[in-house]
């Protein structure tokens, strides 16, 4: 069963903006804190961007100002809008719950989505 589903990502150019957008199941959406992390070559994950269920707000030092995370309670779904995207952004990006699921006492983890910042 499929949990995560996150789209939107591709190749842009610097300065350029994107929409991610991630599906989550209603079992863990509802009541759970939603972030999005990611994951640059040669890079360990990182924790980008955070929205409470109640809609508390936080963001890692380098993208704040420039990604607004949001959440939809109807759709079950959790959002990153990018703006002003540097090549430094370019990632794969995922979306979790925060901290992310672990499922039968693993660490769950959908596909991702891949994010190129090049001219």
């Known amino acids: 069963q499929v949990h995560l589903v996150e789209s939107g990502g591709g190749l842009v150019q610097p300065g350029g903006s994107l929409r991610l957008s991630c599906v989550v199941s209603?079992?863990?959406?509802?009541?759970?804190?939603m972030a999005w992390y990611r994951q640059a070559p040669g890079k360990q994950r990182e924790l980008v961007a955070l929205?409470?269920?109640?809609?508390?707000?936080n963001y890692v030092e380098s993208v704040k100002g420039r990604f607004n995370i949001f959440r939809d309670n109807v759709q079950n779904t959790v959002h990153l809008q990018m703006n002003s995207l540097k090549p430094d952004d370019t990632a794969v990006y995922y979306c979790?719950?925060?901290?992310?699921?672990?499922?039968?006492?693993?660490?769950?983890w959908g596909s991702g989505t891949q994010v190129t910042v090049s001219s």
């Open positions: 979790n719950t925060n901290p992310w699921l672990h499922i039968n006492g693993a660490p769950y």
């Open positions: 929205i409470s269920s109640d809609g508390r707000t």
């Open positions: 209603e079992y863990f959406f509802k009541s759970n804190s």
